[in-house]
């Protein structure tokens, strides 16, 4: 039997990466994260960045994104992705889960890593990226889930969870039925 893809949004620093990988690994299914396969066939994101800019960047983006979204896979997408329109009709039908994560927490998981659109604003342009967006993040999301305090084991244990009321409806009658 194949299922929906199950597609993991949310702000930079959010754990998209590392929760995808785990839960992927848990249901022993495929895994991708469309900023790595980005960066495998183009270079470095910083560099699609200064190169094409960040028009250029999605427009890649949206033909990666497009690509990922099989049947029985787990995709990581960028944070940004769900600005297209394109990728968010492509999300219909898929399992979404928006994870989050507090601006305090991500401060940590930020240091050392190449994120351009935050290069120079740091936290406080994370803090503006994530308010922007979260509206869209949140009509998209069928999960939602924060990160910030707690071991990503347990948010795999709550992804798959949830997976499973949606995958066998049947077994988790509404309480009037
Ligand atoms: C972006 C997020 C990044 C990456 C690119 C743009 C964004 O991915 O796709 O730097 O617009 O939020 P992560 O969310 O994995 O950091």
């Not at 690509?67 to 492509?90: K, M």
């Not at 994120?115 to 604003?121: E, K, Q, S």
């Not at 740091?122 to 910030?148: M, N, P, Q, V």
């Amino acid at each position: 039997m194949s299922h929906p893809p199950v597609v993991l949004i949310g702000p930079m620093g959010a754990g998209k990466s590392s929760c995808g990988r785990k839960l992927a690994k848990r249901l022993g299914r495929p895994f991708i994260d469309t900023d790595r396969q980005i960066a495998a066939a183009n270079g470095p994101i910083p560099q699609i960045f200064s190169q094409h800019g960040e028009e250029g960047f999605r427009a890649i983006e949206r033909e990666v994104v497009a690509d990922s979204l099989a049947d029985d896979h787990v995709v990581s997408l960028g944070g940004g992705a769900i600005l297209d329109e394109s990728t968010r009709a492509n999300l219909t039908g898929c399992h979404v889960v928006l994870l989050t994560v507090t601006q305090d927490a991500v401060a940590a998981r930020l240091g050392g890593s190449v994120r351009p659109l935050i290069a120079d604003g740091g936290l406080t342009e994370w803090r503006r990226i994530w308010e922007s967006r979260k509206d869209l993040y949140e009509s998209l999301a069928g999960l939602t889930l924060d990160t910030s305090n707690r071991p990503m084991s347990r948010v795999v244990d709550e992804v798959v969870a949830w997976l499973e009321s949606q995958e066998r409806p049947g077994e988790h009658p509404a309480p009037d039925a």
